[in-house]
């Protein structure tokens, strides 16, 4: 029999657009000649739901608009959809089996997820019982998501007669997490003897990018089929003898899959909440080149616009290399100079800082006009602004609270300095668009004169790697220290990011892109004495 695997692309809360589009893959499917589709998790809804999913009402419109779908299913075609279910006073996250334009059976998912990113029990209730059901004499059992990252529901299917194992999922990416899923998939495949069939979602929510990458994996653990990466679409797959296969599409290597992330996370973020385009601030610097290169590729030249807003600080190599970077992208590039602006700020200052040095405060009030000037423009014509600073930065707090963090979503924020150079040299393989210079030039703020960023900051090749053991793996102090890192520095970095939580609660969501990114996935109190012991 053929089966179809629809990678899709939900949007949170738009269930009769959610809805159209399955049922015209479904319609797409039938005619492909599939006996039966499998949707992702939470398919009609989106994913995740997060506190919609604590509403009667936001229940009540899904059940009503997946009997809807129901009826509009070829009658010879088996829909298994993820959708929210509010059953008898309680709430799964759920999977209707639909064949002849009804729900024919129902799959609560088990395994509910409550770590990183996800907080699932905070708002389902865990079901308990396999679902199987025959067609065209295979018989399928349903998992969803978190239920293969744990022993015991996929046994539980294969004890209920199951052949194939088919696995709703709205995983999010995150560097090597294919990688990850495999180990995964094929553990559960040791445990219960059965293959399987995993559906995931691609696209974009929020913080989330869903990377897509749905495959099939025979009972010896072998790939047998695996759908692109962060590209929406409708996969056949032949299935025989319990075995399904399709093209097995080659997965994107570290760089060129951090990239596409962010290209989707910004393309579905400024669609899905209906911008007309971005706005970023140009610098000359390569944390802003990354960001406008990524901004062109997710949302087309015509629709991105790069300001430029030099201060008497700013170098005249970053005017050249900015203006260089903004023509071979193709987009519109202004200079507004921000010196008479500032001087203003320092003129109705001048009786409170009179008889005090140049400090920060100097320092972020270049930053605060810029983000002034920035958001005006939004303002007035309704395009996002993208902020451009990196996860080095937000970890250290080495931003500016509404200046450079002002923004609507901060597209590097889980992107650690020295990856934004690889993704920088990666993105001019696909083309020749930043400037070397930009790459190779000592990074600097340019708030003052002759500023480098390692005046403040340890080199960022040894910060990176302690904020990855600090942030991303919770290593104590002194098991970073044992590793080989320098005390001090191990001190410095550490302090840092615990006085840097308040900035980074007051700063733009960003793409996550790592197993542990800032935002709803680390959650550190803001008012915190805890240092740990060296």
Known sequence: MKLAIAQFNPTVGDLQGNARRLADLAAEARQAGASLMLAPELALCGYPPEDLALRDDFFHENA??????AATIPADLTLVVGHPLLEAGQRYNAAAVIRENRIAATYRKQQ??????????RTFTPGDSACVFELEGTRFAVNI???????????????????????LNASPFHMHKQRERFEIARARIAESGLGLIYANAV????????????????????????CPAFEEGLYILELNDGVAAGEVVEWPGTEASAYQALVVGVRDYVAKNGFPGAYIGLSGGIDSALTLCVAVDALGADR????????????????????????????RYDVQPIKSMYDSFITALSDEFDGLPFDLTEENIQARVRGVILMALSNKFG???????????MATGYATLYGDMAGGLAVLKDVSKTLVWRLSRYRNTLSQVIPERIITRPPSAELR????????????????????????????????????YDPDAVRRVVQLID???????QSPPGIRVTPRGFGRDRRYPITNKYRAPF
């Open 64 to 69: 009503r608009v997946l009997d809807e779908l």
């Open 449 to 484: 004169h002759n500023q480098t960023d390692q005046d403040s900051l340890p080199p960022y090749e040894i910060l990176d790697a302690i904020m990855e053991r600090y942030v991303e793996r919770d290593m104590a102090p002194g098991r970073i220290v044992a590793e080989g």
């Open 112 to 121: 509910l997820p409550n770590y990183a990113v996800f907080d699932e029990v």
């Open 145 to 167: 998501c978190a239920d293969i990252w744990f022993p015991g529901s996929a046994a539980q299917a294969r004890d209920a007669g199951a052949q194939v194992l088919l696995v």
């Open 304 to 331: 991105v616009e790069a300001v430029m807003m030099p201060s008497q600080f700013t170098a005249d190599i970053s005017l050249v290399d900015a203006e260089a970077l903004a023509a071979n992208l193709g987009v």
């Open 383 to 393: 395009k996002l602004v993208l902020s451009t600073g990196n996860k080095s930065e």
């Open 203 to 226: 696209g974009a929510q929020d913080e989330l990018v869903f990377d897509g990458g749905s495959f099939a994996m025979a009972r010896d653990g072998q790939v047998t089929a695996q």
């Open 499 to 505: 006085r840097a939580e308040y900035k980074r609660r």
